[in-house]
C-alpha cells in the first residue's frame, strides 16, 4: 500500500498530545522521519518519532533544533506549525497579557519557523509547509475574539508566503479545524456544556471533529498528492455553519 510520505523528513511543532500527536503518528504511520517538537518532556514508542523539547518562542533554541534536523538528516521537506495557545473571554475580559502570549505563539513564532525553515527547504529544491488555523477566523465565534484574531493572522500569512515561496518550490497552505475532541475539549465541555452543544448542533455532519481528521488532511497537504496545491485554507470542521 502507497505510503503518503515515504522518507520524507517533517517537524511538527506542539506534538506532545491532542492534535499535534495525532499528526505526527499519522505522519509516522505514513512512512515519514518526524520531529515531534514540544515545550514539554515527551516520549514515543514509535521509532520513527523523535521528540525535540524546546520552546517555540526561544528563537535562539528553535534555530538550533532546526539545524541539528538539517545536519542529521540533510533536509527537511515538511513542516507543520500546530503548537498554539488559547484564552477565550468575552470582548470586556480580554487581558492584554493573555493576547500578548497568543500572538507570539500562534503568530511570531510560526512566522519566524517559516523564516527558518523555508531557508532550509530552499536548499533541496522545496519542501510543505501547513500552518493549523481555526474555523473560527473564517466564521468568527463569541467569545473568541483575541484567539480569532490570531488564527485570522495566519491565514493571511499563509496567502502571502506561499506567494512568495513558490518560485523556491515551497508549498504553503492551512487547515482550518472546526471543535474538535482532544483532551482540552473535554475540559472546555466540563464548563460550557449547553454552549458547545449549540455550536454542535450547527454542524452538518452531525458530529464532532477527531485529530484524525485534521491529522489525514495535514498528511494529503503535505505529500506530493498535493503538489499543485498552494495558498490554500483547508476547513476541517464537519460543514460548520457557525
Same mark, same amino acid.
Given at each position: 500500500?502507497?505510503?503518503?510520505?515515504?522518507?520524507?523528513?517533517?517537524?511538527?511543532?506542539?506534538?506532545?498530545?491532542?492534535?499535534?500527536?495525532?499528526?505526527?503518528?499519522?505522519?509516522?504511520?505514513?512512512?515519514?522521519?518526524?520531529?515531534?517538537?514540544?515545550?514539554?518532556?515527551?516520549?514515543?514508542?514509535?521509532?520513527?518519532?523523535?521528540?525535540?523539547?524546546?520552546?517555540?518562542?526561544?528563537?535562539?533554541? /528553535?534555530? $538550533?533544533?532546526?539545524?541539528?534536523?538539517? +545536519? &542529521? !538528516?540533510?533536509?527537511?521537506?515538511?513542516?507543520?506549525? =500546530?503548537?498554539?495557545?488559547?484564552?477565550?473571554?468575552?470582548?470586556?475580559?480580554?487581558?492584554?497579557?493573555?493576547?500578548?502570549?497568543?500572538?507570539?505563539?500562534?503568530?511570531?513564532?510560526?512566522?519566524?519557523?517559516?523564516?527558518?525553515?523555508?531557508?532550509?527547504?530552499?536548499?533541496?529544491?522545496?519542501?510543505?509547509?501547513?500552518?493549523?488555523?481555526?474555523?473560527?477566523?473564517?466564521?468568527?465565534?463569541?467569545?473568541?475574539?483575541?484567539?480569532?484574531?490570531?488564527?485570522?493572522?495566519?491565514?493571511?500569512?499563509?496567502?502571502?508566503?506561499?506567494?512568495?515561496?513558490?518560485?523556491?518550490?515551497?508549498? /504553503?497552505? $492551512?487547515?482550518?479545524?472546526?471543535?474538535? +475532541? &482532544? !483532551?482540552?475539549?473535554?475540559?472546555?465541555?466540563?464548563? =460550557?456544556?449547553?454552549?458547545?452543544?449549540?455550536?454542535?448542533?450547527?454542524?452538518?455532519?452531525?458530529?464532532?471533529?477527531?485529530?484524525?481528521?485534521?491529522?489525514?488532511?495535514?498528511?494529503?497537504?503535505?505529500?506530493?498528492?498535493?503538489?499543485?496545491?498552494?495558498?490554500?485554507?483547508?476547513?476541517?470542521?464537519?460543514?460548520?455553519?457557525?
Amino acid at each position: 500500500m502507497e505510503r503518503l510520505l515515504e522518507n520524507k523528513i517533517c517537524i511538527i511543532t506542539g506534538a506532545a498530545q491532542g492534535i499535534g500527536r495525532e499528526i505526527a503518528r499519522r505522519f509516522a504511520n505514513d512512512g515519514a522521519v518526524v520531529y515531534a517538537c514540544d515545550r514539554q518532556e515527551f516520549t514515543s514508542d514509535d521509532a520513527h518519532i523523535h521528540p525535540l523539547v524546546f520552546d517555540i518562542t526561544d528563537a535562539a533554541t /528553535v534555530k $538550533a533544533a532546526m539545524m541539528q534536523v538539517f +545536519k &542529521t !538528516e540533510g533536509r527537511i521537506d515538511v513542516l507543520v506549525n =500546530n503548537a498554539g495557545v488559547v484564552f477565550n473571554h468575552k470582548i470586556g475580559m480580554i487581558m492584554r497579557e493573555e493576547t500578548e502570549l497568543m500572538f507570539r505563539i500562534n503568530v511570531i513564532a510560526v512566522l519566524e519557523l517559516i523564516q527558518l525553515v523555508s531557508r532550509l527547504m530552499a536548499r533541496n529544491g522545496g519542501g510543505s509547509i501547513v500552518n493549523i488555523a481555526s474555523v473560527t477566523a473564517v466564521l468568527g465565534s463569541p467569545g473568541q475574539v483575541a484567539y480569532s484574531a490570531t488564527k485570522g493572522a495566519i491565514i493571511a500569512m499563509t496567502k502571502s508566503a506561499a506567494k512568495e515561496l513558490a518560485p523556491q518550490g515551497i508549498r /504553503v497552505n $492551512a487547515v482550518a479545524p472546526g471543535i474538535v +475532541k &482532544t !483532551e482540552r475539549f473535554a475540559e472546555l465541555y466540563e464548563a =460550557n456544556g449547553e454552549k458547545i452543544d449549540e455550536r454542535i448542533s450547527h454542524i452538518a455532519l452531525g458530529r464532532l471533529g477527531t485529530p484524525e481528521d485534521i491529522a489525514n488532511a495535514c498528511s494529503f497537504l503535505s505529500s506530493d498528492r498535493a503538489s499543485y496545491i498552494s495558498g490554500q485554507i483547508l476547513g476541517v470542521d464537519g460543514c460548520a455553519s457557525i
